[in-house]
């Protein structure tokens, strides 16, 4: 079973549909509203929870009902919420507006944005006993550098999900084992032209990470040892949701590192597929024994 840490964020979507979204000033009935965990990173670690990896989060929430709502539901899920902390903040929270297949989202990170260097420092007992240490940076980058010098330190694999995209710093860079971004965020976090992905990625900076970039339906890319690049296909479903499916894959890439990332990549896209056919970022994540079914399906 693998272990991994999760560094990142834990917020609580709250969605409304409507049948026009609202102009300035104007008050409008909706049809319909909904609450949903959310969170790269709670995401995240529930997707690679379901997949059998032992996880432990690394995260802060307000001392609020949404609050002890995630914490519930991280540990439901078998996630270890020993180091997530408690903010003066209000837990972070989307607000998300749907209409006609758009939406408009407002993002308030709130306690997200209290997780600290020394809260990684606190967790430094779990970190040592991990196969992965995994982040995104929807918390301070200052917090997520600080974990990856402590995953190096501890001789640990360092995996960076990039998103929100942002350039990062040749540091950070040195120190992350896998990046995993889709062709926007590849572009910005290297400050490469988008279009050039192919060649960036079997031209990794060095000192530098190996990258596996995901391309929507289309499935993923990264490079093998010697540097060709290699094109996992995407599996054909029918798509209902696709929210957290990147969350899905990056899960499942550090469930499944320890199998080598031709496997690890193929299970990943296997996964984030399978999330697309239920609604819900966390509710149509599968579980271990869903992949393996849909994957005996496929040889």
């Given at each position: 079973?693998?272990?991994?840490?999760?560094?990142?964020?834990?917020?609580?979507?709250?969605?409304?549909?409507?049948?026009?979204?609202?102009?300035?000033?104007?008050?409008?009935?909706?049809?319909?509203?909904?609450?949903?965990?959310?969170?790269?990173?709670?995401?995240?670690?529930?997707?690679?929870?379901?997949?059998?990896?032992?996880?432990?989060?690394?995260?802060?929430?307000?001392?609020?009902?949404?609050?002890?709502?995630?914490?519930?539901?991280?540990?439901?899920?078998?996630?270890?919420?020993?180091?997530?902390?408690?903010?003066?903040?209000?837990?972070?929270?989307?607000?998300?507006?749907?209409?006609?297949?758009?939406?408009?989202?407002?993002?308030?990170?709130?306690?997200?944005?209290?997780?600290?260097?020394?809260?990684?420092?606190?967790?430094?007992?779990?970190?040592?006993?991990?196969?992965?240490?995994?982040?995104?940076?929807?918390?301070?980058?200052?917090?997520?550098?600080?974990?990856?010098?402590?995953?190096?330190?501890?001789?640990?694999?360092?995996?960076?999900?990039?998103?929100?995209?942002?350039?990062?710093?040749?540091?950070?860079?040195?120190?992350?084992?896998?990046?995993?971004?889709?062709e926007h965020e590849l572009a910005t976090a290297l400050q490469t032209p988008e279009g050039a992905w192919a060649e960036v990625i079997t031209r990794a900076p060095v000192p530098g990470p190996r990258i596996a970039m995901t391309h929507g339906?289309?499935?993923?890319?990264?490079?093998?040892?010697?540097?060709?690049?290699?094109?996992?296909?995407?599996?054909?479903?029918?798509?209902?949701?696709?929210?957290?499916?990147?969350?899905?894959?990056?899960?499942?890439?550090?469930?499944?590192?320890?199998?080598?990332?031709?496997?690890?990549?193929?299970?990943?896209?296997?996964?984030?597929?399978?999330?697309?056919?239920?609604?819900?970022?966390?509710?149509?994540?599968?579980?271990?024994?869903?992949?393996?079914?849909?994957?005996?399906?496929?040889?």
């Amino acid at each position: 079973m693998a272990r991994v840490v999760v560094v990142g964020s834990i917020n609580m979507d709250m969605v409304v549909t409507t049948d026009t979204f609202p102009r300035l000033g104007e008050t409008l009935f909706g049809t319909h509203f909904s609450t949903h965990p959310g969170g790269k990173g709670a995401n995240q670690a529930v997707a690679a929870a379901r997949l059998g990896a032992e996880v432990t989060m690394i995260g802060c929430v307000g001392a609020d009902a949404f609050g002890g709502e995630m914490k519930a539901t991280l540990a439901r899920e078998g996630v270890d919420i020993a180091h997530v902390s408690t903010g003066r903040e209000a837990t972070g929270i989307a607000s998300i507006t749907l209409s006609g297949g758009d939406n408009a989202i407002i993002v308030v990170p709130g306690a997200n944005h209290e997780l600290s260097p020394e809260d990684i420092d606190r967790a430094s007992a779990a970190i040592a006993q991990a196969d992965v240490v995994l982040a995104q940076l929807e918390v301070p980058y200052a917090t997520v550098l600080h974990a990856a010098r402590r995953a190096r330190e501890h001789g640990k694999a360092f995996f960076l999900n990039p998103a929100p995209a942002v350039e990062l710093s040749g540091e950070l860079l040195d120190l992350t084992t896998l990046l995993t971004p889709n062709e926007h965020e590849l572009a910005t976090a290297l400050q490469t032209p988008e279009g050039a992905w192919a060649e960036v990625i079997t031209r990794a900076p060095v000192p530098g990470p190996r990258i596996a970039m995901t391309h929507g339906k289309d499935g993923a890319y990264y490079a093998d040892a010697n540097g060709a690049l290699v094109h996992q296909r995407g599996f054909a479903v029918e798509a209902v949701d696709t929210t957290g499916a990147g969350d899905t894959f990056n899960g499942a890439l550090a469930a499944f590192w320890h199998l080598g990332i031709d496997e690890a990549v193929r299970r990943a896209n296997a996964a984030g597929a399978l999330s697309v056919t239920r609604a819900g970022a966390q509710g149509g994540m599968p579980t271990l024994a869903e992949l393996e079914a849909f994957l005996n399906t496929q040889a």
